[in-house]
């Protein structure tokens, strides 16, 4: 918990979602970076038509705050970035965050497109195709730029330490290294990113726990 | 201290850029608003962070993706909450909008088979719209009863996302907000914030 200064109380969190990383897995890796405790709630499907009704906008994931329901995954992510220090410093820092972590969720939703979205079969290899070929290379690309504008990239994405732009790029890397395992040789610096928010303290300790499951 | 040099560059719409606009306005900030026709893109697009537009330029810095430059903005001019939960509230409601964006730009312009494309749009006016309307609706009036903003006490970047979506979805069905009370009325609250009347009235008129 955090303690609000005032009343030395200890906020309670509570992660709403599926039995899945998806787009929960951001804000968890961030719980687990800042040893800061929360409840992970898994829902089962069967449970979803009626649980979804509580929901503000019938969505997960959900975080609820000492009772305060905030949704959208983005929006989550950085919330438990802010209460743990790990934002970025600066409001400009924090911009660039924000902006590098929007790029990571449009490739998502991109790749979501066709892996739940797009029923023909011949539209949905052409999607993903496309997505291989073009769309990630691109992204990519200028993630390996952005990455080596900040002190050669070395580090993580913006400033000095792990932001939930990291938290967001360790989720995208976990997925599409499933279909590519060398996708990012011609990204040196990306790479070695990977391996160093995998192996983040409090990170590392949750990926060898967390529940297995294949997205 | 010296005011930081604010340029938007952006096609000559209100698009993805307005929010940013908006906000800037309603501080009474200056910026240079850049608007370049779309022959002239890909003269600008190398330039990009990511390749894309709008993108905020601050002192030489540049901030690309439309809420990042917003929530920025927000952030420099005071209105983005005051707490992180009021951050927070403010931007789940600019994703809200956000996705809500998407799938109009989903059936617009990329999707090619005319058939599918009026199914789309027919689902999306008829069913998406109106439940996320309704759900913030709710959220508008749990923040105090919903006659003022949608987090905290003060205009925030999830207004200036929202006067944004109106102005897409009442071009194609003026009675959107019919069911929505607390909605209307709050946008005519965002369209007479001081700096943004100023603004609405002046800014170039665009078909997007």
Not at chain 1, 71 to 94: F, P
Not at chain 2, 111 to 135: N, V, W
Not at chain 2, 177 to 203: C, D, M, Q, S
Request: charged share 25%.
């Amino acid at each position: 918990g955090v303690h609000c200064g005032a009343c030395r109380k200890m906020s309670v969190y509570e992660l709403h979602y599926f039995n899945n990383r998806g787009r929960a897995e951001p804000a968890r890796l961030l719980f687990a970076a800042a040893g800061l405790p929360y409840r992970d709630i898994r829902i089962q499907s069967e449970q979803w038509p009626e649980y979804k009704l509580k929901l503000p906008m019938h969505q997960v994931p959900v975080l609820e705050v000492d009772g305060t329901m905030i949704c959208q995954s983005v929006a989550i992510a950085r919330y438990v970035a802010k209460v743990t220090g790990h934002a970025g410093k600066t409001d400009l820092e924090q911009a660039k965050v924000d902006m590098l972590v929007d790029g990571i969720d449009d490739v998502m939703t991109k790749k979501g497109d066709y892996v739940w979205h797009e029923k023909d079969e011949t539209r949905k290899m052409e999607k993903k195709t496309a997505f291989y070929e073009t769309t990630l290379p691109q992204f990519l690309s200028h993630f390996e730029k952005l990455l080596r504008t900040n002190n050669g990239g070395d580090g993580f994405l913006v400033g000095e330490g792990l932001t939930h732009a990291d938290a967001w790029f360790l989720c995208l890397a976990d997925d599409i290294l499933l279909d590519f395992p060398d996708i990012f040789s011609p990204y040196p610096k990306l790479a070695a990113l990977v391996e160093r928010i995998r192996t983040y303290p409090g990170i590392k300790e949750w990926l060898a726990k967390r529940p297995q499951t294949p997205f | 201290e010296k005011m930081p040099a604010y340029k938007v560059y952006y096609f000559n719409a209100r698009g993805r850029a307005e929010p940013t606009r908006l906000l800037l306005a309603a501080a009474g900030v200056p910026f240079e608003d850049v608007r370049f026709e779309v022959e002239k893109w890909p003269e600008y697009k190398p330039k990009m962070p990511m390749g894309q537009a709008p993108v905020l330029e601050v002192d030489g810095t540049m901030i690309c993706q439309s809420a990042a430059m917003a929530r920025f903005v927000a952030r420099e001019t005071g209105r983005a909450g005051k707490t992180n939960l009021e951050l927070a509230k403010a931007d789940m409601i600019v994703d809200g909008v956000a996705d809500l964006m998407n799938a109009m730009a989903n059936y617009h312009y990329y999707e090619p088979d005319e058939a599918r494309k009026a199914e789309k749009k027919k689902t999306f006016f008829e069913t998406t719209l109106p439940q996320f309307l309704g759900h913030f609706e709710k959220l508008l009036v749990a923040n105090n009863g919903g006659d003022g903003f949608f987090a905290g006490d003060g205009l925030t970047h999830a207004e200036t996302f929202f006067l944004c979506l109106y102005e897409s979805i009442s071009k194609e069905n003026p009675n959107v907000l019919n069911a929505f009370p607390k909605l209307t009325a709050l946008v005519e609250r965002i369209r007479t914030y001081p700096g943004i009347k100023e603004w609405l009235a002046k800014r170039p008129q665009t078909e997007f």
